[in-house]
């Protein structure tokens, strides 16, 4: 096992490397604290410490980078992110009108940002189907159809 101690700094550059490889494909920061305390292991055979010595130095290097500094790192990137619901989201919730009669099986609502979509209603939904003019919300979207219910509150 004395034979290892010379050359492990090609182990953990190769761990390195890996690991940032890895970092790369997945953006996540794991890997990349993985690598940094894969360095810190390096650095620790710098300073001429045994073989399972920088393995442990290593290991704990970071599994403290993965709870310390990785949380805070992620929220600080998050922070910048769009709030502005989008897509799917952005149509659930939303208010609308009844075109054509929507019952279990098909219908048609204009929403309130001016889309039309075939609509059905929901299962815990009233069993009648809803009749043009009436005031819907979105409550689910499957596919390319809205989910919709009765709503009391007049579309915007």
Known sequence: MEMI??????AWLALI???IIIEMLTLEFTFLMLAIGSFVGL????????????IIIAGIAGMLLILLVRPP??????????PTKSNMDAVVGQ??????????????????????????TVA???????????????????GATA?????????V
């Open 5 to 10: 101690t010379p050359y492990i700094w090609i």
């Open 43 to 54: 650095l620790s055979g710098i300073l001429r410490v045994e073989w399972w010595g920088q």
């Open 73 to 82: 790192l992620l929220r600080a990137l998050q922070r910048g992110g769009d």
């Open 95 to 120: 208010g609308g009108v009844v075109l054509e009669t929507v019952s279990a099986g098909t219908g048609l609502v204009k929403l309130s940002n001016g889309e039309t979509w075939t609509a059905r």
């Open 147 to 155: 989910l919709v219910r009765p709503d009391a509150t007049p579309p």
């Open 17 to 19: 490397l890996i690991f």
């Open 124 to 142: 815990d939904g009233p069993g009648t189907a809803l009749e043009p003019g009436t005031v819907i919300s979105v409550a689910l979207i499957e």
